[in-house]
């Protein structure tokens, strides 16, 4: 693993003259000839497409800049959404109506809930998507968003103004130049360049300067980003090789089914746009020890593997399988890349090595002993910007106006990318419109685990979202992402539509209704028993227990509830969500509650904000240590529960920093 | 600008959060976290010892040690005879108030006890209120900080707040690493790295198992080390001895360079033959301890190796001990040999040890220090008096014990000051506070056998793994991470 101190590049940042000559030239010749938009955002990936729509949803006159308008929404690398804390994600970026789950429903091939037995707090909801059709989706709907125009361009510049004086930053973003020299001027812009800053592709030994393959960098960009002054890290990442599918033996491997009938992604849909039956499978197979000889033999074929001696502590790509976990077989699933796709995406398979030999690796897998390889795997690397540098609205606290969100922060996968992009696009616009930032605690979503992580203690891997990274887990639940985040993303953010937050508040008032219902039918054990048979009720107990409590037997839902107790509550089994999430409640109650305590301690923290604008290293009557100054200066944290939660910052710091914020703020009051 | 400290509450937990939460059966509604109890009153000898308590639970734990008799009426002092609520184990006859937010110290629910100062009375009180349904001892300042959150603080009394934190810390770090020096120590961080392989492997089985090659029998291995670590924490909880082997007192720590008479001292405080005393530097190759009644104040004394480089590896490795041992003390009596004080063993002990302790201010309240010239004997009376860049320091001879007077007068302020002062971290709470945790991770695996869910199951590790992880330090996600991925092949 790198670090950034060691690696990462830092310019002691000035504004070039350039940058302010040209801003003031186009102010003091006063001609808007060059377009005026509010956002601007930069990149039409799953970061770009929620913010931009995102921003357009918040009444935001927004521009959404592409290389390419057809690669708007591409797949670049798995062809499938969601997963275990992804499809979480997706929830919540659902909840806030953002589009990846709606246009997952209507492109999927294979939907399937992952975790079913495991319990409903960390099931995954995840499907394989037809690449094309969930481009052409997700182009029909950014092309329709009303107060959105999409532009094509490449980005060369920022164009950057006089700082606001009531914020910090030593300069404000005011617009873009493009590579033709045309400028855009704008309110707030939002970079989500991906893997395109100083994007190198690679394979085997060959290095190519490229976003993705087949796509031109952003190098004037990054140069720009790095003169500012801010700290640039070096990621890496991998995709495999497709394979042509019908030149694999399907016959003779382990076939998958989807779910029947498949759960939707979105709140808003009771069902997906594909008949159960038309899904297709994902087969399984598993390398082999000849896999592992052609990577051990070949590494000094390898430059990407050779850099990646020190690389996550996951296991991206096949060599570094072989290379940490020797002697074992890996598992490969084939993967359908759409309805009429002639391609497999073998995932499992994420590889660098020169292309002739990816194709001999193959060769050695069952079931692809004949298997054409269409495109061979390939590296990228790519700059990313430390995170700590940005705010938890996702705007740089070195340059006012400017936000980043997806790869450019240091995460990967399509998930991360789309709810840092909704959040961007939400806070982008209230920044034009001067709403205060909109940010979601830890305590409400993986979104706000997913930013705090980030902005508070940075990433040197790229950053993946799991459960485990979430100490509220079972409150912040795919069933409930609805009641966490709709109604304040109604009222606060402004981006949920009339029709969401009325379908959201139904079902809120519905289950507050069902569950004071349950509670009030109380029956003694041996009744209950009676009237349940199948439930282990143990009759030995005399005191009455309530429905709710009988609920919470794994064997009992609400259908078999009602059959014992039909009114009143024949009438909550009619929504098969309304029950299904009646019963999650009962199941998660004792330890929700458990776990309130330790959420109001955190949202205690959280509500004690620390100034913007304070000099941890020269600040006078505080004692710090120069670690905890160092730490504090770097990530800037926005409260006091932010700070606690970066090492090396102890509790003696952390009183001494309130005791100065008091002490500050009484003097201020005098 | 920034929004003030005082006018914003804790933004309410939205949506179904809460929805099931306000009909809690037995514990109070939840509104203000957990309910916190301490000692407040000094360690030292005292007639009555002050417990508090913070928090929603104040009220039910007040009744619930009081047989469940009515609360005493608001801010007035009534007698009751305490008990523990679960064994009804009478404890004491003690004075009992009680304060209901936010009229009180925290702004809070409080109440206090106090109760005769006892050693066993005070454990005993101690031990029950860990006891009361959501109830946990204090953390380093938690009291105070519940004040200045609530507003209930003034600007002065603000001012000493950091120092305070400070102080609990730095003993409390000290506090923890004596008790983690021995074999309770190693049995913690054992129990900790298993809870933690665990939980990891828990996760690792939520998180990756469905697409990745997971071993099958990944739980089968977690149920077994899970029980084995419940027999383990259960055995350890009901063998009381074991809890004695946390030891009290000030800790009171003779150092100094080699052959400076530190054996000899330490006899001469103890009062017994507990350390062989020779001309021969270097006699002292052990940290030797004693308990002993210091100026009236309860101690540990320990006799350490002199410090000196360049020796035999048993002579060296007593040095390596000494310095840890330094590292533990709540006050060091430095000695030094007054008529050898231009030696380079001297100045080596003077630089490293003595004037870094002694240019930090007490209000730091990192360790205390006694600089003692012995061998007071062996100077002629009009030799050339000591160079005015020695820190301030006490005369004495162990040999005529000229000097022990005024040294034992010293350590009385010494002692007075660390043990009058509840940052010390007083060892009864220390042990109420450790069987607190090893108990709740006990009944923490309990919920992970129970639970079927297994987020449920998961979280029921957490909640042990953060118990334990209060003793031992450490306990954040990135370990989990690492284990996974230690353990695991995982990843596409």
Request: charged share 25%.
């Amino acid at each position: 693993m790198f670090s950034l101190q060691s690696c990462g590049r830092r310019v002691a940042g000035s504004l070039t003259k350039r940058h302010l000559l040209l801003a003031r030239f186009s102010g003091e010749s006063g001609a808007p000839r060059s377009p005026h938009f509010d956002v601007v955002v930069i990149g039409g990936g799953h970061a770009g497409t929620e913010a931009a729509a995102a921003a357009a949803r918040c009444g935001s006159r927004t521009l959404l800049l592409t290389h390419r308008v057809d690669t708007i929404g591409q797949m670049s690398c798995n062809p499938s959404f969601g997963g275990i804390g992804k499809g979480h994600l997706m929830r919540e970026v659902d909840a806030l109506d953002g589009l990846c789950s709606r246009i997952c429903d209507q492109s999927g091939v294979h939907y399937k809930v992952l975790n079913q037995r495991k319990g409903p707090a960390v099931r995954g909801l995840r499907a394989q998507i037809d690449r094309k059709l969930y481009k052409q989706n997700m182009q029909k709907e950014i092309l329709n968003t009303p107060l959105l125009t999409v532009q094509e361009g490449a980005v060369e510049d920022l164009i950057l103004t006089e700082p606001e004086p009531e914020h910090t930053g030593k300069c404000r973003a005011s617009g873009v130049v493009l590579v033709d020299g045309s400028t855009i001027y704008a309110e707030s812009v939002i970079l989500t360049t991906g893997t395109f800053l100083r994007g190198m592709v690679i394979i085997g030994l060959e290095m190519n300067p490229a976003g993705r393959l087949g796509d031109q960098p952003s190098i004037g960009l990054a140069q720009t980003l790095e003169k500012l002054g801010f700290v640039v890290g070096r990621l890496k990442t991998g995709t495999p090789p497709r394979i042509a599918k019908d030149s694999i033996n399907f016959s003779i491997l382990n076939k998958h089914m989807p779910d029947n009938p498949p759960i939707p992604f979105s709140f808003v849909n009771e069902t997906v746009w594909i008949k159960p039956e038309d899904q297709l499978p994902c087969y399984l197979t598993h390398t082999s020890p000849r896999v592992d000889e052609i990577v051990l033999e070949n590494l000094h074929l390898n430059s990407h593997v050779k850099e990646t001696t020190r690389g996550p502590r996951y296991c991206p790509s096949i060599e570094s399988k072989v290379l940490r976990f020797p002697n074992r077989v890996h598992q490969v699933w084939l993967e359908p890349e759409g309805m009429d796709s002639d391609l497999i995406y073998p995932q499992g398979l994420s590889v660098t090595l020169p292309a002739e030999l990816q194709e001999k690796m193959i060769t050695c897998i069952r079931g692809l002993e004949k298997a054409k390889m269409i495109q061979p795997g390939y590296g990228v690397q790519y700059d990313y910007l430390d995170p700590r540098q940005i705010t938890p609205s996702l705007e740089t606290r070195l340059v006012q106006r400017l936000f980043f969100a997806g790869q450019i922060n240091g995460t990967t996968g399509y998930e991360e990318a789309a709810a840092q992009g909704v959040i961007a696009g939400i806070n982008a616009s209230h920044r034009v419109s001067r709403k205060p930032p909109f940010v979601i605690s830890r305590t409400e979503g993986y979104i706000g685990v997913l930013i705090d992580d980030l902005t508070t203690l940075g990433t040197n891997e790229p950053y993946r979202m799991f459960t485990s990274r979430v100490e509220f887990r079972l409150s912040l639940r795919p069933d409930n992402a609805d009641s966490r985040l709709t109604f304040r993303g109604y009222k606060e953010a402004g981006c949920v539509s009339q029709q969401r937050y009325e379908r959201a508040s139904w079902m809120k008032s519905t289950l507050e209704e069902g569950i004071s219902v349950l509670k009030s039918i109380e029956f003694s054990h041996a009744k209950w028993k009676k009237l349940i048979p199948e439930a282990s009720i143990s009759i030995v107990k005399s005191l009455p227990i309530s429905a709710l409590d009988v609920l919470k037997y794994e064997e009992v839902d609400m259908k078999l509830l009602a059959k014992a107790v039909p009114e009143p509550l024949k009438k909550y089994t009619e929504c098969r969500e309304l029950a299904e999430r009646l019963k999650i409640e009962a199941t998660y109650e004792s330890a929700a509650f458990r776990q309130q305590q330790e959420i109001e301690e955190v949202q205690r923290d959280e509500a004690l904000q620390l100034p913007k604008d304070l000099d941890y290293l020269t600040l006078r009557d505080v004692s710090l240590s120069q670690e905890a100054r160092e730490k504090l200066h770097f990530s800037r944290p926005q409260t006091i529960g932010a700070a606690s939660r970066i090492p090396g910052v102890t509790p003696a710091a952390i009183i001494n920093l309130l005791r100065f914020v008091k002490t500050t703020q009484h003097r201020r009051a005098a | 600008m920034w929004r003030g400290l005082w006018t914003l509450q804790a933004r309410a937990a939205r949506g179904l959060l809460r929805l099931c939460s306000r009909h809690g059966s037995g514990v109070p509604a939840p509104g203000s976290g957990a309910t916190i109890f301490a000692l407040s009153s000094g360690q030292g000898r005292c007639g009555v010892a002050v417990i508090r308590t913070s928090g929603p639970a104040s009220g039910p734990a007040l009744r619930g040690l009081t047989a469940g008799r009515d609360l005493p009426p608001a801010r007035s002092a009534s007698l009751r005879l305490l008990s523990d609520p679960r064994s009804g184990e009478p404890l004491d006859r003690a004075l009992v108030l009680w304060f209901p937010g936010p009229q009180s110290f925290t702004g809070e629910d409080c109440a206090e006890f106090h109760v005769h100062g006892g050693f066993a009375v005070v454990s005993g009180v101690l031990q029950a209120l860990g006891g009361v349904p959501g109830l946990r001892p204090a953390e380093a300042g938690e009291f105070t900080r519940r004040a200045f959150a609530r507003g209930k603080l003034s600007l002065t009394e603000v001012e000493g707040l950091a120092d305070l934190i400070h102080a609990e810390t730095e003993a409390q770090r000290r506090q923890a690493l004596r008790q983690l020096d021995g074999e309770l120590g190693r049995l913690c961080h054992d129990w900790a790295e298993t809870l933690t392989t665990a939980l990891a492997h828990v996760e690792a089985y939520i998180d990756f198992s469905e697409d990745d090659n997971l071993e099958e029998d990944v739980l089968e291995r977690v149920d077994s080390s899970v029980r084995g670590l419940e027999a383990a924490l259960g055995a350890h909880l009901r063998d009381a001895r074991r809890g004695q082997r946390l030891r009290s007192g000030a800790h009171v720590v003779v150092a100094g360079p080699p052959n400076a008479g530190k054996s000899s001292l330490v006899n001469l405080l103890s009062r017994k033959p507990v350390s062989i005393v020779s001309p021969e530097p270097g006699t002292t190759r052990d940290v030797l301890e004693t308990p002993v009644d210091l100026a009236g104040f309860p101690a540990l004394l320990s006799d350490t190796a002199g410090l000196r480089e360049g020796v035999g590896p048993v002579e060296q490795e007593g040095v390596r001990r000494a310095r840890a041992r330094l590292e533990q003390a709540d006050l060091i009596l430095a000695v030094l040999d007054a008529s050898d004080l231009t030696s380079p063993s001297s100045c080596n002990f003077l630089d490293s040890v003595v004037a870094h302790l002694a240019t930090q201010s007490t209000n730091e309240s990192s360790q205390r220090l006694l600089l003692v010239l012995n061998k007071l004997d062996l100077l002629s009376s009009e030799g050339p008096g000591f160079s005015p860049d020695l820190p301030p320091h006490l005369l004495l001879s162990c040999l005529t014990g000229e000097g022990l007077e005024s040294l034992l007068e010293a350590l009385r302020k010494e002692l007075a000051a660390l043990c009058g002062d509840p940052s010390t971290g007083p060892p009864l709470l220390t042990r109420a506070r450790h069987q607190h945790h090893l108990q709740a991770c006990l009944d923490a695996l309990g919920h992970y056998k129970e639970a079927r869910d297994l987020a449920l199951a998961a979280e029921g590790l957490r909640v042990a793994r953060g118990h334990l992880a209060r003793l031992t330090g450490g306990g954040g996600t990135e370990e989990i991470l690492d284990v996974i991925f230690r353990d695991f092949c995982v990843g596409k």
